[in-house]
């Protein structure tokens, strides 16, 4: 009889010891699925700030874009009219000599009749 006590006890205590050694294991498990919930949850938020970031570059991007257009036609239009700007200054030029020609010639012939 002594000896089933004896094994009673000792299967009673291996068994307590299982139970405490599979509460530990729970106890991990609990905290390895809090810390992987967790980690779900950081990655949904940071999927979402990644989210906001592109379409933020996005539409800077997309302004830079529309803004080197509108620089583009403006040095454009500042390149045609700095040609006329040009074209006209030359042609004043001429307008001066011809006209200081004329007018020379016009005081040789006043000079002449004069005479």
Do not use: H, P, W
Not at 66 to 71: I, Q
């Amino acid at each position: 009889m002594d000896a089933i006590r004896k094994k009673m006890q000792s299967l009673k205590g291996e068994t307590d010891s299982l139970y405490a050694t599979i509460a530990g294991f729970e106890n991990v498990t609990k905290e390895a699925t809090a810390r992987a919930d967790q980690a779900d949850c950081d990655i949904r938020d940071y999927g979402k700030k990644v989210q906001g970031l592109e379409i933020g570059f996005d539409e800077t991007n997309d302004k830079l874009t529309k803004a080197t257009e509108s620089l583009e036609e403006a040095d454009k239009q500042f390149k045609e009219v700095e040609g006329d700007v040009a074209a006209l200054t030359r042609r004043i030029m001429l307008m001066e000599e011809e006209d200081k020609k004329s007018a020379d010639t016009l005081c040789g012939t006043i000079t002449k009749l004069a005479l």
